[in-house]
């Protein structure tokens, strides 16, 4: 079946700009999570969704940062007023959510440049 | 705090077999988890081994957890050009915990 899609696979923005990235789950995953890859940083945990609860924000950065998962399904991350700084490699993951059965898939990755 | 460590660079030569290493320090861990990146590609799951388990093998791959050292080892046989990529070790705890990565192994395999 389809796996983890996420779009746009690059953007390119402006320093202070709002972006929005999106990331579409493997049909029936209820658990999907955001990371950031970056030099040097390696992966960071963003943000976790699963199902109707509430999300679990812990890694976001800054204020700056936010997402949204509409219907249990569909996810956008956004950023506002971006900073050179949040160059990098946005990745979404989704999983069953269940335990022992958590494994998580990733999508290919959003690569964003702030000039 | 968790934190999960590997070496950041193996060569070796088409044919022979590759060894990454990865320590990790949560000792509450549940799963552990290889992923494999290609350049320019998202992280591709490899396998991953549940926390009671020593040892898994799947096709040319072989897992081995030490869980007293907390020490994770992938295994490549017969290691090939196209096996050439970055490799995450990551783990978790329970389900539905957000995964800690490594910063990643990046295999050359030379021909």
């Known amino acids: 079946g389809a796996g983890v899609s996420q779009s746009p696979s690059n953007k390119v923005t402006e320093k202070g700009k709002d972006v929005e990235l999106r990331c579409d789950p493997i049909s029936g995953h209820t658990a999907l999570y955001w990371y950031r890859q970056s030099l040097g940083q390696g992966l960071e945990f963003l943000i976790y969704f699963q199902g109707n609860s509430a999300p679990d924000k812990s890694g976001l950065p800054s204020d700056r940062f936010s997402a949204e998962r509409t219907g249990g399904s569909v996810s956008t991350l956004t950023i506002q007023r971006t900073q050179q700084e949040d160059s990098a490699v946005y990745l979404c993951?989704?999983?069953?959510?269940?335990?022992?059965?958590?494994?998580?898939?990733f999508g290919p990755g959003t690569r964003l440049t702030v000039l | 705090g968790e934190d999960v460590e590997q070496s950041l660079f193996l060569s070796v030569r088409e044919g022979d077999s590759s060894v990454i290493n990865c320590t990790y320090t949560d000792s509450s861990s549940t799963y552990l988890y290889w992923y494999k990146q290609e350049p320019g590609a998202g992280l591709q799951l490899l396998t991953y081994i549940f926390s009671n388990m020593d040892m898994k093998q799947d096709q040319r791959l072989t897992v081995l957890l030490n869980k007293k050292d907390k020490h994770l080892s992938l295994r490549i046989a017969d290691t090939q050009t196209g096996d050439s990529a970055i490799y995450f070790c990551?783990?978790?705890?329970?389900?539905?915990?957000?995964?800690?990565f490594g910063k990643g192994t990046t295999l050359s395999v030379s021909s």
């Open positions: 990551a783990e978790r705890g329970q389900a539905g915990t957000a995964l800690i």
């Open positions: 993951a989704s999983s069953l959510g269940v335990a022992g059965r958590d494994t998580q898939y």
